[in-house]
């Protein structure tokens, strides 16, 4: 869809379900980790991107303290008052928009109804962040109609509470922050901890690569606060013999094979994984800047077997996603995304291949598994903020 057709639509449909024209459009994308599985609670790096997906919003102000918010993916629409915000379990999606009028309007910005019009490009529950996408659109959109004055990271955090705390969903700030934060034409070296983030170049000759196995695994919420809890018991008692450790971003491998025994098998096996990762992400954004195939492949293909060997977030569409990959031509290297257990990967392809690629990894794909992937390209796109009016 071009640019031009996306407004159109948007604008249609908010003809059509408000009357009249919206106002204020604001945009926020989605986002793929470069490198960086599950770090980001563990206070340690991700290289991230925002991506050329993104959520928008198309309002008009309202002279009441009511939001009026219609979805154009899912052709739903949800009213609600600024003086009394609910979750609403018939109608969750409603409450990651609810989620962030409740959280900064807890926090002192002034609010303003308005009837809005959400489109995405980022597709929903593939693990490219359609929810942060959704929330820093949502925050975007009260920050341009109430006049705020506000730092971009107290967007990011403010937008990851309401996810934490009013959609009970306990992700990190790799999210929120990328939609953020995100720069046109690199990667970013985020650093959950200290939550600063570097520009980082990638080799024009290499092209990002989404590969989505349209697969979701049932019960991923569950598994995701399973490993959390094993990563901050696996702290916890390397920190008896380290005390400067305060997460796992603070171990070594030497730190850990030095008293392995002391942590349950399944509790090593992930803090193994996370400490790897960790260092992968560093030697991945210098590999990529530098355009160094060996490293990239070496490292994608070493953060794949650790998801699966250790950390146990692989299922068997990923695994055929990543034979499809890794023998489509102009394949440098390829991984998960996401937190895992199905949706999307990543791959590292040669931008003069991209076209043979995508055809030869969807047919080997689907040949292996019966099930149709989306695969396509995507560039670093700059992160949230407002639209020009159409
Ligand atoms: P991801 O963030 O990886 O896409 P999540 O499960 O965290 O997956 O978030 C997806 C949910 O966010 C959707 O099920 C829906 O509730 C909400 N959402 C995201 N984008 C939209 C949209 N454009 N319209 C309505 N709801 C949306
Ligand atoms: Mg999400």
Redesign the pocket.
């Given at each position: 869809m071009t640019g031009t057709d996306r407004r159109s639509l948007v604008q249609d449909r908010f003809t059509q379900v408000f009357g009249g024209q919206p106002t204020h459009w604001v945009q926020a994308p989605?986002r793929v980790d470069l490198m960086g599985s599950h770090t980001d609670y563990n206070q340690g790096y991700v290289l991230t991107m925002s991506i050329d997906r993104s959520?928008w919003i198309a309002a008009r102000p309202r002279p009441d303290r009511v939001v009026a918010i219609d979805?154009?993916?899912?052709d739903?629409r949800v009213e609600f008052s600024l003086d009394d915000i609910q979750p609403d379990p018939a109608a969750?999606?409603a409450d990651?928009v609810k989620g962030v009028a409740h959280t900064f309007g807890a926090e002192g910005y002034a609010l303003r109804g308005f009837d809005g019009v959400?489109?995405?490009t980022?597709?929903?529950?593939?693990?490219?962040?359609?929810?942060?996408?959704?929330e820093v659109a949502t925050a975007m959109l009260f920050k341009e109609l109430g006049g705020w004055v506000i730092e971009p990271l107290q967007i990011a955090l403010l937008c990851q509470r309401a996810e934490n705390q009013f959609v009970g969903?306990n992700?990190g700030i790799l999210?929120q922050y990328t939609s953020v934060h995100g720069q046109a034409g690199c990667a970013v070296l985020l650093d959950c901890r200290h939550l600063t983030g570097q520009a980082t170049a990638i080799d024009p000759g290499i092209q990002v690569v989404i590969c989505d196995t349209r697969f979701k695994r049932e019960l991923s919420g569950s598994e995701y606060a399973e490993r959390r809890a094993q990563c901050e018991e696996g702290a916890a008692i390397l920190a008896r013999h380290y005390p400067e450790i305060r997460a796992l971003r603070d171990a070594t491998l030497a730190q850990l094979d030095a008293h392995a025994g002391d942590l349950p098998d399944v509790v090593q096996r992930r803090a193994r994984f996370i400490i790897e990762e960790n260092q992968r992400v560093l030697d991945l954004s210098g590999a990529l800047a530098a355009g160094d195939r060996a490293a990239i492949r070496a490292l994608a293909a070493a953060s794949f077997a650790g998801a699966r060997d250790l950390y146990a977030i692989s299922v068997p569409a990923m695994e055929s996603m990543m034979a499809a990959m890794l023998a489509a031509p102009g394949a440098i290297g390829a991984r998960q995304a996401?937190a895992g257990f199905g949706?999307c990967m990543v791959a590292f392809v040669e931008r003069d291949r991209v076209a043979q690629f995508i055809p030869a990894a969807r047919d080997a794909y689907q040949q292996a598994t019966n099930r149709e992937p989306h695969v396509y390209a995507v560039t670093a796109a700059p992160g949230a903020g407002a639209l020009d009016p159409a």
């Open positions: 989605g959520t979805s154009i993916n899912l739903a969750r999606w990651y959400i489109h995405s980022v597709p929903l529950s593939s693990g490219l962040s359609s929810s942060a996408a959704l969903v992700c999210d996401g949706g």
